[in-house]
């Protein structure tokens, strides 16, 4: 079957509309999986303006649910299984100011950032989509950067979703942008399993081709969206191979970044 990652810290769970199964489910099977630490990263509530529902996360009066079943969880496996507390984050500048102090800043322990979409999400392009657009691909380069530069971001996951098909020197002229501030904020990029199982976009080894040209650290995460995803599978073998193939420094710890330090998000 091959090699199988000990640690995970991208976890969804039902809460965000697209996942199945009980927090409770996730942490069995890692444990059955002989994984030691399991972080938990639904996707992020958010609240927007104007009426507008975002249909794949959490909702703001859920959180508090999520955390609790986490947190019970987290005794009931302790010394088996460490348990933490995150999400998944999209930075968009017009809301991400008034998200920190909502996650609960005691309990919170990481956050991982997932841009799907560019600018605010009802404003913007869906990251994954295909495009031969430079703008589209400058766009969510420059969002991610920053949002890097925030300080607040453990890791970065599916850093390669951006669905750019145009010109190769194009891409690699604004990913190598990407991989230069990965490596300055100390922010570990991601193998997304998920992509790997599917046959996504990403991983996209062209990307980590150019990300391997710099002193950045990367991180197996199974972007878990059911219990069994856990489960040793073909998908996290080549996720080494992968990281064996390019000489990729891979971490298994995780560095928390304090979430919810910062008063200059603008
Ligand atoms: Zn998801
Ligand atoms: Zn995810």
């Known amino acids: 079957m091959g090699r199988m990652i000990k640690t995970n810290y991208h976890t969804h769970a039902k809460y965000c509309n697209h996942a199945a199964g009980e927090i409770r489910d ?26 507008y529902t975002s249909w794949y996360r959490m909702k703001p009066e859920e ?3 999520y955390v609790r079943e986490v947190q019970a969880c987290r005794e009931e496996f302790a010394g088996k299984l460490e348990i933490h507390i995150g ?15 909502e996650l609960n800043l005691t ?21 994954g989509g295909g495009t031969e657009d ?13 949002a890097m ?27 190598s942008r990407l ?15 998920r992509g790997l199982k599917f046959g996504s976009r990403y991983p996209n080894e062209n990307f980590i081709r150019i990300a391997s040209r710099y002193p950045v650290k990367f991180i197996i995460g199974t972007d878990a969206h059911e ?22 420094d891979l971490i298994e710890r995780l560095k928390f970044k304090k979430p919810l330090l910062t008063g200059t998000i603008g």
């Open 26 to 51: 996730y942490a069995e099977q890692a444990y059955e999986s002989g994984l030691t630490v399991l972080g938990f990263s639904d996707h992020t509530p958010y609240r927007f303006a104007d009426g």
């Open 63 to 65: 959180r508090e649910t």
């Open 87 to 101: 999400y998944e984050v999209e930075y968009y500048p017009k809301h991400f100011d008034a998200l920190l102090p």
């Open 107 to 127: 309990e919170c322990e990481y956050i991982i950032l997932g841009q799907h979409f560019t600018r605010n999400e009802y404003d913007g392009v869906y990251s």
């Open 134 to 146: 430079e703008s589209i691909l400058k766009e969510y380069v420059d969002q991610v950067c920053r």
């Open 149 to 175: 530069e925030l300080g607040v971001f453990s890791y970065f996951a599916h850093p390669d979703l951006i669905g750019y098909e145009g010109d190769g020197e194009i891409y690699e002229k604004h990913m």
């Open 179 to 193: 991989c230069a501030t990965a490596a300055a904020t100390d922010t570990p990029l991601e193998i997304n399993v």
């Open 227 to 248: 219990p069994k995803d856990l489960r040793p599978g073909d998908e996290y073998e080549a996720a080494f191979r992968l990281a064996d193939k390019y000489g990729l």
